[in-house]
């Protein structure tokens, strides 16, 4: 099992800035991954970034240029830093963790932090 505290949600104004963190423990030794979800209201969760072991980082083409994701390896801590906030990123944003175990795939959740962008 994987545990994950998110922190850092909260209202802005557009054209803000916020900083999430979510930070894993319990068997982190199984992540190869972590990264951030989000779900607006009537709309599907979908993915915003994430950050491999390896280094490798992805991001969604609606958050390109504006959001950027990094982890700490050493504390098992991804952060999310949004930049130019607009009222369509307002969501419910997931912490995840990609996990192996016995070489299958499990996916781990946190309870989610609320980000609201007003214009």
């Given at each position: 099992q994987?545990?994950?505290?998110?922190?850092?949600?909260?209202?802005?104004?557009?054209g803000?800035?916020?900083?999430?963190?979510?930070k894993?423990?319990?068997s982190?030794?199984?992540?190869?991954?972590?990264?951030?979800?989000?779900?607006?209201?009537?709309?599907?969760?979908?993915?915003?970034?994430?950050?491999?072991?390896?280094?490798?980082?992805?991001?969604?083409?609606?958050?390109?240029?504006?959001?950027?994701?990094?982890?700490?390896?050493?504390?098992?801590?991804?952060?999310?830093?949004?930049?130019?906030?607009?009222?369509?990123?307002?969501?419910?944003?997931?912490c995840?963790?990609?996990?192996?175990?016995?070489?299958?795939?499990?996916?781990?959740?946190?309870?989610?932090?609320?980000v609201?962008?007003?214009?």
């Amino acid at each position: 099992q994987v545990q994950l505290v998110e922190s850092g949600g909260g209202l802005v104004q557009a054209g803000d800035s916020l900083r999430l963190s979510c930070k894993a423990s319990g068997s982190i030794y199984k992540i190869t991954a972590l990264g951030w979800y989000r779900q607006a209201p009537g709309k599907q969760r979908e993915l915003v970034a994430t950050a491999a072991n390896d280094g490798s980082t992805d991001l969604a083409d609606s958050v390109k240029g504006r959001f950027a994701i990094s982890r700490d390896y050493a504390e098992y801590t991804v952060f999310l830093q949004m930049n130019t906030l607009k009222p369509e990123d307002t969501a419910v944003y997931y912490c995840h963790a990609a996990t192996r175990f016995q070489g299958l795939p499990y996916d781990f959740w946190g309870q989610g932090t609320q980000v609201t962008v007003s214009s």
